[in-house]
T-cell receptor, first 116, second 111 residues
Framework: EADIYQTPRYLVIGTGKKITLECSQTMGHDKMYWYQQDPGMELHLIHYSYGVNSTEKGDLSSESTVSRIRTEHFPLTLESARPSHTSQYLC???????????????FGQGTRLTVV | GDSVTQMEGPVTLSEEAFLTINCTYTATGYPSLFWYVQYPGEGLQLLLKATKADDKGSNKGFEATYRKETTSFHLEKGSVQVSDSAVYFCALSDPFNKFYFGSGTKLNVKP
């Protein structure tokens, strides 16, 4: 069973509010990811990290920001939420192992964000 | 760049029917291949994986074989159940652990 946790599971918030989505893992994984999942199911990588103090932007441009101060923690912040940010956000982690026979990514249960 | 293409859904089957969900990939190196399953309101769970050519991944009656010659990793199950209704994602990871996901295939199994 994967030990990666996201809170909150559901969040309804007003426009303009600042929000932080939490993601924690207890597997000691170096690499962590944030994906945005649209209603059509497709996953879009918005941020990732190779380890402490490393953050990179993903393939889909996002107004959110992330930080990685501790190995186990990878929070995502929106400074001013807008209705266009309404989506499902999935956090994941994996061992960072260069070369063949990579390990899988482990996913949290997701946060469904609704901005009204 | 690397990519994954999987068959569009939804796929609707009767219970005990045979399931195939096609997945093909494009990769410059030697990727690892995965199938993930997502139940409503949940995150993705690993269903099975294969890390080199001709490997067969299997779990819970599902199987997929890493075919390098056809760059495919098709998911199969001999007899589906209503509880298999979910969205299935094919994925690959490149040598630097970047993951590429297909667009997902929704499976509906009717009693």
């Amino acid at each position: 069973e994967a030990d990666i946790y996201q809170t909150p599971r559901y969040l309804v918030i007003g426009t303009g509010k600042k929000i932080t989505l939490e993601c924690s893992q207890t597997m000691g994984h170096d690499k962590m990811y944030w994906y945005q999942q649209d209603p059509g199911m497709e996953l879009h990588l918005i941020h990732y990290s190779y380890g402490v103090n490393s953050t990179e932007k993903g393939d889909l441009s996002s107004e959110s920001t992330v930080s990685r101060i501790r190995t186990e923690h990878f929070p995502l912040t929106l400074e001013s939420a807008r209705p266009s940010h309404t989506s499902q956000y999935l956090c994941a982690s994996s061992d960072y192992r260069v070369g063949p026979m990579n390990t899988e990514a482990f996913f949290g249960q997701g946060t469904r964000l609704t901005v009204v | 760049g690397d990519s994954v293409t999987q068959m569009e859904g939804p796929v609707t089957l009767s219970e005990e029917a045979f399931l195939t969900i096609n997945c093909t990939y494009t990769a410059t190196g030697y990727p690892s291949l995965f199938w993930y399953v997502q139940y409503p309101g949940e995150g993705l769970q690993l269903l099975l994986k294969a890390t080199k050519a001709d490997d067969k991944g299997s779990n819970k009656g599902f199987e997929a074989t890493y075919r390098k010659e056809t760059t495919s990793f098709h998911l199969e199950k001999g007899s589906v159940q209503v509880s298999d209704s979910a969205v299935y994602f094919c994925a690959l990871s490149d040598p630097f652990n970047k993951f590429y996901f297909g667009s997902g295939t929704k499976l509906n199994v009717k009693p």
